[in-house]
């Protein structure tokens, strides 16, 4: 089975070194096995890191957010051809062996579509996020019809199907949502597998902003409401 | 006789409507696009020159005054076209990305990939 991960990276030079470093080089089931860092117009040394490191490169000439960044990483699978699909926040947040966590459902046939829920497991996070990240769940719920424990995480496994008819619009950090939407919209099995949240105050400043919540709310009526 | 107000008006709103022409005499501006901004800055051009017509109209539509019409209108006129413009940015925004997204899966195809490097280290990340 041929595997291709992503790591989405804007400006993660002080980090993305030991992302690429931790990431396992052998995951069960897998046979052909890929990591891409799609370096989203950084203007820090992200994408010569990444290349010192031997890592396939996809660089966009400017940022266009995160969205963007996972829709490159999806052509560029589709062009490939892969059975599996893996987005990994390159910003050290996500615990490496979770990836063989989200990717068994998919090798098990048992899910289309599974997202790493950060909020199943009993560990600590700090309340702001905690409240966005309810708030984020209730807005999906509300405009997109998908019950979710958490919208907005970074990791996520695709199947085959899955990376056939998923096709978001979503730039930004809202296209977390409109995955789910999407997912629906084609009676995909979605499955939430809970994974480890490594807090830092890196991967804290480097996530969703608080105040974005609000702009990400407004996309969501414009894009529906167009 | 007009008013200096009126005078004032008339004079923006034929400057207005003299850009209209320009833009669409350079094919900027769409024979629809030029109609519709054409009918606004007339009408802005009558309601100006002929204030007892825009009461009238406030009568037909149950508002007191003739320049009420013309805000409620206006502002109703302002949210819509805010509205559009809104929506095209997203567009331009969406073109933009897939341009983008297009270079660097062509650059990508360009280049050979290499395997991961076995001299990678493992352990926590340090900041």
Known sequence: MKAVIVLPAYNEASVIRQVIA??????????????????????????????????????????????????TGIDYAKSQDVDLFVTFDSDGQHNPRDIQKVINPILQEKADLVIGTRFKNKQKVPLDRLIINKLAN????????????????????????????????????????????EAKRHNLKVIEVPIDLIYTPYSREKGQKNMNALSIFAKFLVRLYR | MFTTIQIILLAIVIFAISRVYLRFKEGILSRQATFFWLFIWISGLIGVSLPQTTTRIAELFGVGRGVDIIVYISLALLFYLVFRIYVMI????????????????????????RALSSSRRRGPIKK
């Open chain 1, 22 to 71: 931790n990431l396992p080089k052998k995951l069960n089931g897998i046979s052909n096995l890929e990591y891409v860092v799609i370096n989203d117009g950084s203007t820090d040394q992200t994408g010569a890191i990444a290349k010192k490191e031997g890592i396939k490169i996809l660089s966009h000439i400017i940022n266009r957010g995160l969205g963007a960044a996972i829709k």
């Open chain 1, 138 to 181: 209730l807005a999906t719920l509300l405009f997109f019809g998908v019950l979710t424990t958490d919208s907005q995480s970074g990791l996520r496994a695709f199947s085959k199907k899955a990376i056939k008819h998923i096709d978001f619009k979503a730039d930004k950090m809202d296209f977390s949502s409109e995955i789910l939407l």
């Open chain 2, 90 to 113: 997203e567009d331009l925004r969406s073109e933009i990305t897939f341009l983008v997204r297009q270079i660097a899966l062509q650059n990508s195809s360009k280049k050979s990939p």
